[in-house]
């Protein structure tokens, strides 16, 4: 039973490995474009809006990025509106965190003007201590990416969940599986994905979604616009904005 556990942990660092391995450059350099500008509205069907907007009606400080890619959706925050002045931004308290050395330097120069801390880290397994627990956490793309099915990767929210303040909100996106695929396309490019190691979706639904931050949260909110599911959960009573 023992050399059972140690092989499964083996074989799940693998998988944890393979999905990160593209998160480097040179690839990184083309990433905010393919999967922003052309993925998300062609493919996903799931114009990148959708998910900026998200951002906005939620983040707060302290915030943690988890999994944060190339931090292209607190750049485009940040960036627009009141956001852009200068004291804003140095009391804007972030970290970031990923387990792909190439994204946690991407993301860090990228946002350098906001001196983010940076971790290193799995996110299936419990977050280091922190001094100040976060009133935000992003979970951007992050979950079809977490190998096997939801049962498992819920145990990425308990960990996040750690380190919440209270009242505060766990939000974010991800591509659920071939059940929500809006056309031939969106059903290849899942298979391909599945099959390089990158995505580990195919299975997901917003129903299993929904049942793991449920079990976690008070309150969760969930919708799906073509092939992605935003949600934001917390044990506060939170309310989406209406859009204008």
């Given amino acids: 039973m023992k050399q059972k ?3 499964n942990s083996v074989e799940l660092e693998k998988q944890i490995q393979r999905a990160v391995r ?3 450059a040179p690839i990184l350099f083309f990433y905010d474009v393919g999967v922003y500008k052309l993925w998300n509205p062609f493919i996903w069907k799931c114009p990148s809006l959708h998910l900026e907007e998200h951002f906005k009606q939620y983040v707060r400080s ?3 990025e988890a999994g944060c890619g190339t931090g292209y959706l607190f750049h485009r925050y940040m960036t627009s509106g009141k ?3 200068d004291n804003v931004k140095q009391q804007f308290r972030l970290t ?7 994204s946690l330097k991407w993301a860090a120069r990228r946002l350098k003007d906001y001196t983010p801390c940076t971790i290193r880290h799995n996110l299936l397994r419990p977050l280091p201590p922190v001094s100040l627990p976060y009133e935000s956490i992003c979970l951007n793309y992050v979950l079809h990416c977490v190998p096997s099915s939801f049962t498992d990767k819920e145990k990425v ?7 919440m303040a209270p009242g505060g909100i766990l939000f974010g996106s991800t591509i659920l599986g071939k059940s929500s695929a809006q056309s031939y396309s969106a059903k290849l490019v899942l298979v391909y994905y599945n099959l390089l190691g990158s995505f580990h979706n195919v299975l997901d639904t917003e129903e299993g979604l929904i049942e793991a931050l449920s079990n976690n949260f008070h309150y ?3 919708r ?5 599911a935003l949600f934001a959960a917390s044990d506060s009573k939170f309310q989406r904005k209406t859009s204008t």
Wanted: hydrophobic content about 40%; charged content about 15%; overall charge positive.
């Fill in 5 to 7: 556990g140690i092989k």
């Fill in 22 to 24: 593209p998160y480097r």
């Fill in 62 to 64: 302290p915030h943690l």
């Fill in 83 to 85: 956001q852009a002045i």
């Fill in 96 to 102: 970031l965190l990923d387990y792909s050395p190439g």
């Fill in 157 to 163: 929210i308990v960990n996040l969940k750690a380190s």
């Fill in 220 to 222: 969760v909110d969930c």
């Fill in 224 to 228: 799906v616009i073509g092939s992605v």
